[in-house]
T-cell receptor, first 116, second 112 residues
Framework: QQQVKQSPQSLIVQKGGISIINCAYENTAFDYFPWYQQFPGKGPALLIAIRPDVSEKKEGRFTISFNKSAKQFSLHIMDSQPGDSATYFC???????????????FGKGTKLSVIP | KAGVTQTPRYLIKTRGQQVTLSCSPISGHRSVSWYQQTPGQGLQFLFEYFSETQRNKGNFPGRFSGRQFSNSRSEMNVSTLELGDSALYLCASNPGRGYEQYFGPGTRLTVT
């Protein structure tokens, strides 16, 4: 089964600091890489996504960095706030290839705690 | 537009019973996927439906099944429930190729 490996499992960051979560994938057919944020008792919410033809995408305090040759991508949260405390999941799919499925393969998740 | 809705939100069943969960996708979305979320295994893909046809299936036993109706609403069924089926079951909808998937709040299933 195709895998997406995510690290670290948990992360504690001071308010105002930078949170960095890393993911690595195996399947070179993946062409869409979203990040989801999940609060307890809620479903995952799409945070930001990138395609492999772009090396970086920024939306507000959230940035995805993508390294196609290394098959790695990461989420950076700048100026982390206590309200960012949640579990973050990276994922990958072949959403653009028309391969016939939009199946998302998820990383195991990172529990982020931002302390005041 | 209303988001993805799932019913019921919470469910308690006994081993050996069966259960049916329902998902209404965002209006206009034709693809519905189901995922199982557990603390140990994380988010795992169950199956995907597009225009009433199952397009893809994850690595789950045949006790897990689903269907999609002409209005894109979807149901999943789990027969002969086991303790290990206790999980959050998430439904996600997608309007088509190249678009993001949007998740519902999930159904929390507890098997006792």
């Amino acid at each position: 089964q195709q895998q997406v490996k995510q690290s670290p499992q948990s992360l504690i960051v001071q308010k105002g600091g930078i949170s960095i979560i890393n993911c690595a994938y195996e399947n070179t057919a993946f062409d869409y890489f979203p990040w989801y944020q999940q609060f307890p008792g809620k479903g995952p919410a799409l945070l930001i996504a990138i395609r492999p033809d772009v090396s970086e995408k920024k939306e507000g305090r959230f940035t995805i960095s993508f390294n196609k040759s290394a098959k790695q991508f990461s989420l950076h949260i700048m100026d982390s706030q206590p309200g960012d405390s949640a579990t973050y999941f990276c994922a990958a799919s072949t959403a653009y290839s028309g391969a016939g499925s939009y199946q998302l393969t998820f990383g195991k998740g990172t529990k982020l705690s931002v302390i005041p | 537009k209303a988001g993805v809705t799932q019913t019921p939100r919470y469910l308690i069943k006994t081993r050996g019973q069966q259960v049916t969960l329902s998902c209404s996708p965002i209006s206009g979305h034709r693809s519905v996927s189901w995922y199982q979320q557990t603390p140990g295994q994380g988010l795992q893909f169950l199956f995907e439906y597009f225009s009433e046809t199952q397009r893809n299936k994850g690595n789950f036993p045949g006790r897990f099944s689903g269907r999609q109706f002409s209005n894109s609403r979807s149901e999943m069924n789990v027969s002969t429930l086991e303790l290990g089926d206790s999980a959050l079951y998430l439904c996600a909808s997608n309007p088509g190729r190249g678009y993001e998937q949007y998740f519902g709040p999930g159904t929390r299933l507890t098997v006792t």
